[in-house]
């Protein structure tokens, strides 16, 4: 069960994310908002699994919901 909310994509705001994987799929986390489709972690080849895919949902959460500290200048 997933401990946290995912925060709303960082790109167009859209709150339509949703993490998806199984248990013999990573996972990662998108924005479904069709002119944006923001992604962390993504499967390029079948048996490609690129260091930003997350073994469990509350890590792929997590670092979806991080979010640098811009201060204006």
């Given at each position: 069960?997933?401990?946290?909310?995912?925060?709303?994509?960082?790109?167009?705001?859209?709150?339509?994310?949703?993490?998806?994987?199984?248990?013999?799929?990573?996972?990662?986390?998108?924005?479904?908002?069709?002119?944006?489709?923001?992604?962390?972690?993504?499967?390029?080849?079948?048996?490609?699994?690129?260091?930003?895919?997350?073994?469990?949902?509350?890590?792929?959460a997590?670092?979806?919901?991080q979010?640098?500290?811009?201060?204006?200048?």
């Amino acid at each position: 069960m997933l401990n946290q909310k995912l925060k709303p994509c960082p790109f167009c705001g859209s709150k339509d994310v949703g993490i998806y994987g199984n248990e013999t799929v990573n996972y990662y986390v998108a924005c479904i908002n069709p002119v944006c489709f923001c992604k962390l972690g993504e499967m390029y080849l079948p048996y490609d699994e690129p260091d930003h895919m997350f073994g469990d949902e509350e890590s792929a959460a997590y670092n979806w919901n991080q979010r640098a500290d811009i201060k204006d200048q």
